[in-house]
């Protein structure tokens, strides 16, 4: 039996190269002998040597379950030697940095699609009528102060990057929350009544509501911009943004109750079906889009929606508190028998209620984002909230809690 004169693998007969190194059969060359040397183990796996043209051979060619290998050099069939078992487990082929990336990459994309997608999820409400409080994806944040005995509550949300837009009461007074900084507005500015709403376009926020003096009107980043109400008193009850036009449910109260109207700009357009012989009618959440006013509210006792001033009855029994539209569809959320509804063109969808839940429900706010439908509202005088009317369970609700604002954002990474 030969051996190789250079690494000392063994040389069969009739083999031109050695299988080991390459080298050719009957060369002589230094450090002749039988252990193997150092360059030989640096041999890749894909560096196998054809015994008959000495080709280095690529590993994909190679038949690792036999140790064998077949050559491209031309010659079918000519089988080439596998590396001596000494060097088998050195030259095992590591994974290939590339590959490594490749697999990191994907591992990251996957873990960001886990992560981020979806929506994060944001009702505001208030914890023992004494905390205003709003939940995030279901946990909750305390606004300050808390349990101040005072009336206080959260009642529209608004969110823009990373930002949260609260506004409510504390004891009957304007409230507005920034990031759960408190941001106090001039006392003779402040307001009284009933709950300010927000609306957000962009980094503007606007703040519907109305002072002690009776002056109507809104905020806009804090500055007060008072509406003509030819001395009627209009208390706005909701506030969207349109094409730069500010449009707003409102009531007007009247000694045996209230009436609907709204406003665009400065603008008062009263809702009524003939005269003011009968005010029970409230106006409690409005929407523009495409130029058609929507306002969602109560008249009657029925649950109504008026299309640019024009009522549509929803239910006899009823109240219709928060409407919104997306894209062709109009959404209006409210209650029916004491029930929590919601309603999608005009066709009625019942929020489904824990089994230990028998007592009265309402639905106070909806909002849409993709095909996600968010209702918030209370169950059993518990804050509750609904996706796509399944209920989405809300923690830390206190003894007696409701939610009165629902606002969604598609996840992102900054966001998280």
Not at 68 to 77: E, I, L, N, R
Request: aromatic share 12%; with cysteine.
């Amino acid at each position: 039996m030969a051996f190789c004169t250079k690494c000392g693998a063994k040389i069969e007969e009739g083999v031109k190269f050695c299988t080991g190194c390459g080298t050719p059969v009957g060369v002589s060359v230094n450090n002749a002998g039988t252990a193997i040397p150092e360059q030989a183990k640096s041999v890749e796996l894909s560096e196998y040597i054809c015994p008959e043209c000495g080709k280095r051979i690529p590993s994909l060619n190679v038949n690792y379950d036999n140790g064998t290998a077949f050559c491209s050099c031309g010659k079918k069939g000519v089988l080439a030697l596998f590396l001596p078992p000494q060097l088998q487990t050195a030259h095992r082929k590591k994974p290939s940095i590339k590959i490594l990336a490749v697999v990191v990459v994907v591992i990251i994309v996957l873990a960001g699609v886990w992560l981020f997608t979806g929506d994060d999820v944001y009702a505001v409400g208030h914890k023992d009528f004494t905390t205003a409080v709003y939940w995030k994806n279901g946990k909750p944040v305390m606004l300050l102060p808390e349990g101040t005995g005072l009336a206080t509550l959260g009642h529209s949300i608004y969110v823009f990057g990373k930002d949260v837009h609260v506004s409510g009461w504390i004891d009957f007074n304007l409230a507005y929350w920034k990031n759960g900084v408190l941001i106090k507005f001039p006392d003779e500015e402040n307001h009284t009544g009933f709950p300010p709403a927000i609306f957000g376009q962009g980094r503007d926020v606007y703040i519907g509501g109305y002072t002690y003096s009776d002056d109507t009107g809104y905020w806009k980043n804090g500055k007060l911009v008072k509406i003509k109400t030819e001395g009627l008193r209009v208390i706005p009850t909701s506030i969207w943004v349109s094409d730069n036009d500010v449009y707003a449910s409102a009531i007007i109260p009247a000694s045996d109750g209230s009436f609907s109207a709204y406003f665009k700009n400065d603008l008062l357009h009263l809702m009524i079906y003939n005269d003011f012989s009968s005010a029970n009618d409230v106006a409690n959440s409005i929407c523009v889009a495409d130029n058609d006013v929507y306002v969602a509210g109560k008249k009657a006792n029925a649950a109504v929606l008026w299309k640019n001033g024009e009522a549509i009855t929803y239910a006899k029994n009823g109240n219709a508190n928060s409407v919104y539209v997306s894209g062709r569809d109009v959404y209006v959320a409210g209650s029916v028998d004491d029930v929590a509804v919601y309603w999608k063109n005009g066709v009625k969808f019942d929020l489904r209620h824990y089994n230990y839940e028998t007592g009265e429900s309402y639905a106070s706010a909806i909002f849409v984002l993709g095909k996600n439908v968010y209702v918030g509202g209370t169950v059993d005088s518990k804050a509750a909230l609904w996706k796509n009317g399944e209920r989405i369970t809300l923690s830390e609700t206190g003894k007696s809690s409701g939610t009165s604002g629902v606002f969604a954002v598609k996840k992102t990474f900054w966001r998280f």
